[in-house]
């Protein structure tokens, strides 16, 4: 980052924020959930004021959701939909869970934060929390040389018997920039421009199209409000605008702008619910700002109710069934053929045999035996002894 950008780190505890959503949304006049787009560009308004800085100078470089992952399987809980509008605004959400949640939580958002502000030498840490256990990570990132920025509540939590909750004093006392938030919703009414920038849509008891200026909540990546300056355009009326889709193409589209006839590039991450909803012709409602880039493009697009056709087309005429065929006449079994008559078997040949002649047998000579002749014994010879 060169020196003349102030880098911004924005960190957030989910179970926190999700009952100061469900308490916006359900149980205050507004009946409007919060947008974390508006809340972020409010409080970097508001430290760029505080330090005497120019609002594009400040850039947000990091920014991380951590939320308990168990949460979304109970009925009736919204902390999913606060979970959605992070994931759409680009925000790094990491999921958490096990026995003891909630400290896992706040260790989770402490080491994600201290661990970015050494590493990538943020200047500023946005952290919307509320717990007094927050302080101490408040003096440490404080020594490790980053103001720290806390927006401050007061809410109502009917899972603890509808008690007031409100943002730790402890933890408001070691922060440079506390900035009270929700004593600006109940003092400044919901009727000021910087109270209706908080909200995704416009609060209930408002008027329909406000003539003071509102200040256009800016995307979380890097992003600032768009001016006729810089856009190099004549000025555009107030948010919210009205368009209509001209084209989408894959993640991304571009939509007509009813008050100059242009076409505005939208991002997916910029449409409010699914895109693949968005067809060429359908009517939005969007508001103005600037891309990372510093271009003009549309933000928070949301689509409005389609018109219908006065007098529905007529139906098709039925088409009259085809007469039924009659069915083909049973074809007469074929005769079965005579079965071929047996051979009969071919008569023996007879076999001459002819007589074998009679062999007359042949006389054999005697033969005459000549005597053995007689074998006369050898004499022993006498043993002489000498006595």
């Known amino acids: 980052m060169g020196t003349n950008i102030t880098t911004i780190g ?56 951590i939320c308990n992952r168990d949460t979304d399987s109970k009925p009736g809980f919204t902390s999913n ?11 790094w959400v990491q999921e958490v869970g096990g026995p003891r949640v909630n400290r896992t939580m706040e260790v989770t958002v402490a080491l994600e934060a201290l661990e970015d502000t050494l590493q990538r030498k943020l200047d500023v840490v946005l952290l919307i929390a509320g717990d007094s256990s927050y302080a101490v990570l408040a003096r440490k990132l404080a020594a490790a040389g980053a103001a720290v920025v806390v927006p401050a509540f ?19 006392e070691e922060v440079a920039l506390p900035l009270p938030l929700g004593r600006l919703i109940e003092t400044a009414g919901l009727d000021d421009p910087q109270v209706r920038g908080l909200f995704m849509r416009r609060p209930q008891g408002t008027e329909a199209r406000p003539k003071v ?3 256009t909540p800016a995307p979380v990546r890097e992003s600032k409000p768009a001016t006729a300056a810089e856009s190099g355009q004549q000025s555009a009326p107030d948010n919210p605008l009205w368009g209509t889709v001209a084209d989408v193409r894959g993640r991304m589209g571009f939509l007509r702008e009813d008050w100059n006839g242009r076409k505005l590039f939208f991002h997916h991450t910029a449409v409010q619910g699914d895109l693949g909803l968005l067809k060429p012709g359908n009517r939005v409602e969007y508001d103005r700002g600037l891309d990372p880039r510093e271009r003009p493009c549309a933000m928070n697009v949301r689509l409005l109710e389609q018109p219908t056709s006065e007098s529905p087309p007529d139906p098709a005429p039925e088409a009259e069934p085809a007469p039924e065929a009659e069915p083909a006449p049973e074809a007469e079994p074929a005769p079965e053929p005579d079965p071929a008559p047996e051979p009969e078997p071919a008569p023996e040949a007879e076999l001459e045999t002819e007589p074998v002649p009679e062999l007359e ?16 014994p050898e004499p022993e010879p006498e043993i002489y002894s000498d006595k």
């Open 361 to 376: 047998p042949e006389s054999v000579p005697e033969l005459e035996l000549e005597p053995e002749p007689e074998i006369v």
């Open 213 to 215: 200026a509102v200040a």
């Open 10 to 65: 924005v960190y957030i505890d989910g179970d926190f924020y999700s009952r100061v959503f469900m308490h916006y949304l359900q149980r205050h006049a507004a009946s409007a959930p919060l947008s974390l787009a508006g809340l972020v560009s409010h409080c970097r308004s508001a430290y760029a004021r505080f330090a005497g800085l120019e609002l594009g100078v400040c850039r947000v470089v990091a920014s991380r959701y």
């Open 154 to 172: 007061d809410v109502s939590d009917p899972a603890r018997g509808g008690r007031k909750e409100r943002t730790s004093p402890a933890l408001l």
């Open 81 to 91: 939909l606060a979970e959605r509008d992070a994931r759409r605004q680009g925000f």
